[in-house]
Nanobody, 125 residues
Framework: QVQLVESGGGLVQAGGSLRLSCAASGRMFSSFIMGWFRQAPGKERDFVAA????????DYADSVKGRFTISRDNAKNTVYLQMNSLKPEDTGVYYC??????????????????WGQGTQVTVSS
């Protein structure tokens, strides 16, 4: 069992930056693949980024490539999402997820076993 708590969301103007954090409880953080997803109002939860257990490999949705960076600090049980050049279409609730079983990164939300409560990101035009 692991509990995830996101933070760092807020209101920002287009072109601005935010850094999201997701802190995990427990001592098994390094055994989880971690991912970020987002959900806009009235839409499904979409994949944003994922990172392997060691942090050596990452994957991104095409819509955020070159603008967002996922990273993790296993000593601090935390995964981050650095978001630059934000656009209004980046608005939504951002969730972090933990995948305990798979060997490779996945963009599928159902693959993640644990989720945080989400943090709101609003980008104004």
């Amino acid at each position: 069992q692991v509990q995830l708590v996101e933070s760092g969301g807020g209101l920002v103007q287009a072109g601005g930056s935010l850094r999201l954090s997701c802190a995990a409880s427990g001592r098994m953080f390094s055994s989880f693949i971690m991912g970020w997803f987002r959900q806009a109002p009235g839409k499904e939860r979409d994949f944003v980024a994922a990172i392997t257990r060691s942090g050596g490999s990452t994957d991104y949705a095409d819509s955020v490539k070159g603008r967002f960076t996922i990273s993790r600090d296993n000593a601090k049980n935390t995964v981050y999402l650095q978001m630059n050049s934000l656009k209004p279409e980046d608005t939504g609730v951002y969730y972090c997820g933990a995948d305990r079983t798979r060997r490779t990164l996945t963009t599928r939300g159902y693959a993640y076993d644990y989720w945080g409560q989400g943090t709101q990101v609003t980008v104004s035009s």
